[in-house]
């Protein structure tokens, strides 16, 4: 039998800004996006009172990424047959839980043990959260409320590096504290979102069968391997080496490179709150090709550039890209998605996207060894031409 919901969907307020379901989505969205921003900048401080190799520091991020390439696709399918709030409420408390513990814990594989455990918290946060907008929202606030969404998570990457970095300076550990946050979110999970849960009888063979039926489904590949493109570009060539062309090329230092990677948190929210007027004049589908482009722009772009100041341009032109490209495929799958499928289908994407945030800076690695810098930039233009032409052969149907 296949799962249904049987509840009701409720009735949301005429705006956004009069939804308390609205602002628990995006308040759940934020934390999803605490886990590495807020406590990058104590890395440096941390490695050298644990006493860790600095080679190492960086297994604090993969220990955290890595449950959500593993346990993605499991938490959907659970969030499809149990319902979202009984995987959502017991992710935040872990998350809340085992972040907080890391700011106790003095030594470093303790450390990565507590960070794992927080991964997995976090593995389901981002999109199931994206799945309550598809479940309570339809047509063009369903949009609208995608474009707010990712605005609001824009400013949690944007300011979350300057709390952590603020707490770093008073100990290593206090950025480690604001895990804590996600405890009463979940409490406000548990007591006040009014979100129409899947209920009914399941049988987990026949569902799994349909499931890998509905991901076969062209179209929704396309924006799978879209989205992972997204992250492949951002982590591998705008993240990764942007600021060490920044530092070798024009000698800045680091509060200068930080304002110009946040003016892509800027522009993406910009773009992305415009998104429900954008898809008014325009398909889903032509703002994310509209997306591959303004990448292929950017990258094109940050080579040439002799001043330093010059290169807010290219920044602001990839957020442009990000802000109505993320959001559109987001939205575009809660559409095509049926809904018993929903949470499954979003939860794959994140592993999708886990991936290209993955596989970006070791490519990119490989090809800054070879080409150097500037054929970072360049094999970035190609990869998203690619993608543009591959997406285009997707959606055509």
């Known amino acids: 039998m296949q799962p249904t919901s049987t509840n009701k969907q409720p009735k949301s307020p005429k705006t956004l800004y009069m939804d308390t379901n609205f602002y628990i989505i995006c308040a759940v969205s934020l934390i999803a996006v605490l886990g590495v921003a807020s406590v990058s900048p104590a890395f440096p401080r941390l490695a050298h009172e644990l006493g860790v190799n600095p080679t190492n520091i ?14 993605g696709p499991i938490i959907g399918v659970l969030a499809d047959r149990l319902g979202r709030k009984k995987v959502i409420i017991p992710s935040l408390f872990l998350f809340g839980i085992a972040g907080t513990a890391c700011a106790f814990a003095r030594d470093f594989n303790l450390l990565l043990l507590l960070r794992f455990l927080q991964g997995i918290g976090a593995a389901s946060l981002l999109s199931l959260s994206i799945t309550l907008i598809g479940d309570l929202y339809t047509a063009d606030r369903r949009t609208t409320a995608m474009g707010y969404n990712a605005s609001i998570t824009s400013i949690g990457t944007a300011s979350y590096p300057l709390i952590g970095g603020t707490l770093a300076t008073f100990g290593w550990y206090y950025p480690f504290m604001l895990p804590i946050i996600a405890i009463p979110i979940g409490l406000l999970v548990l007591f006040a979102l009014k979100n129409p849960e899947p209920q009914g009888e399941y049988n987990l063979k026949e569902y799994l069968s349909n499931a890998k039926k509905v991901l076969k489904n062209r179209q929704i590949l396309g924006l799978y391997i879209a989205s992972a493109a997204n992250f492949f570009l951002l982590y591998g060539a705008h993240v990764t080496y942007l600021p060490h062309l920044i530092k070798e ?47 292929a722009l950017a990258l094109f772009t940050v080579p040439l550039i002799q001043n330093i100041w010059l290169l807010l341009i290219p920044t602001t032109i990839f957020g442009l890209g990000l802000g109505i490209g993320f959001p559109s495929i987001q939205t575009l799958l809660t559409e095509i998605s049926p809904k018993q499928y929903l949470a499954t289908i979003l939860s794959v994407n994140g592993t999708f996207y886990g991936l290209g945030q993955t596989i970006g800076p070791l490519v990119m690695g490989v090809v800054f060894g070879f080409a150097g810098m500037s054929g970072v930039f360049y094999v970035g233009v190609a990869f998203a031409i690619l993608t543009l032409i591959v997406f285009r052969y997707c959606t055509c149907l």
């Open 58 to 71: 960086g297994l604090l991020i993969t220990f955290y990424t890595f449950p959500s390439l593993v346990f």
């Open 249 to 295: 090329t024009f000698k800045a230092p680091p509060y200068t490179i930080g304002i110009l990677l946040s003016t892509v948190s800027v522009a993406i929210m910009i773009s992305a709150s415009q998104l429900g007027r954008l898809t008014r004049t325009f398909k889903a589908t032509t703002l994310i090709r509209a997306s591959f482009i303004l990448y």
